[in-house]
């Protein structure tokens, strides 16, 4: 059974977007559903646009075996709440398999599920988020993670991806197909969060490093390693690293693959330029160092996107 876990101000998409892939999953498995809607407190649950769910209380939960926890306006008060808190760690301990939401992320963190662990949330909640749990091996570029028996989404939709791949695991990849073609989706979405965050901001000229991001995105086609940049900025490689880290939520190396990854998908998309002169003038020098990165980050080699890019 699928346990699906709101509090009041909860995001309505959270909960119902994985509730019906789970649903059209059992239907494609021939199987009944077995989902059902969780709270601390049983009956109407408000969500943030207003639309009620009615939930059962969590001493329904003897049955659960996966337990997708949402996020949402009202994710501080339940990741505060002690008996919400002990209820998630209590199944997890069990051998559940728990998963979070955008922001619900924030009920794991606070149960300690994520120490160590790979985990992501909304690209928007990023700073705060490393900064308060500095134990998460975070991964703000990924639309989901999955880590051992703990699973984390990135913003609202992303829970779809989720489920999907929750789907795959439990069912396969036919019938996974199955549900993203009844849900008119990709089954697996060409990309991290990256392609949606505007790379968390880094060019933005907000910020610590603002400044130094925006002059790295004049300056692709240069090395840019983490002692390039940290002479620029007057600080220490170390230091740099450290601080670069603690203000992105990332490093620097990662941030410049990033930022590469960003302009040339631009540039592979809008301009006619060979993949081979795209890959040295982002400074990725081989076209295949960049066939990889492109893999990584959208799932789908640069080739392809430029083909989607001229289809559509």
Sequence with gaps: ??????????????????????????R????????????????????SSGVEMV??????????TTLVVAGGAGV???????????FVQRLARRGVRVASVCSGAYVLAEAGLLDGRRA?????????????????KFEPDQIFTHDGNVWTSAGISAGIDLALAMVTEDHGEEIAQQVARQLVLY??????????????????????????????????DAPLTVEDLADRANMSARH??????????????????????????????????????????????????????????FGQPPQALRRAARAG
């Design 28 to 47: 494609a498995s021939d199987k009944p559903a077995a989902l059902r809607v969780l709270a601390l407190n049983a009956g109407p649950v408000r969500s």
């Design 187 to 220: 089954h697996r979405r060409s990309g991290g969060q990256s392609q949606f965050s505007s790379l968390l901001e880094l060019k933005t000229p907000n910020g610590r490093f603002g400044s130094l991001l925006a002059w790295a995105r004049e300056h692709l």
């Design 240 to 297: 740099f690293a450290r601080a670069f880290a603690a203000e992105t939520g990332t490093t620097p190396s990662k941030a410049i693959e990033r930022l590469r990854i960003e302009v040339a998908r631009e540039r592979v998309q809008s301009s006619r330029e060979s993949i081979e002169r795209v890959a040295e003038a982002t400074g990725f020098r081989d076209p295949e160092r960049m066939r990889r990165a492109f893999i990584r980050a």
């Design 1 to 26: 059974m699928i346990g699906i876990l709101i509090f009041p101000d909860f995001q309505l998409l959270d909960a119902a977007g994985p509730i019906s892939v789970f649903e059209i999953a059992a």
């Design 55 to 64: 939930a059962r209380d969590f001493k329904s939960a003897h049955a659960i």
């Design 120 to 136: 992501t949330t909304h690209w928007g909640r990023t700073r705060d988020f490393v900064a308060r749990y500095p134990k998460v």
């Design 76 to 86: 501080a008060t339940a990741a505060r709440c002690p008996t919400t808190l002990a």
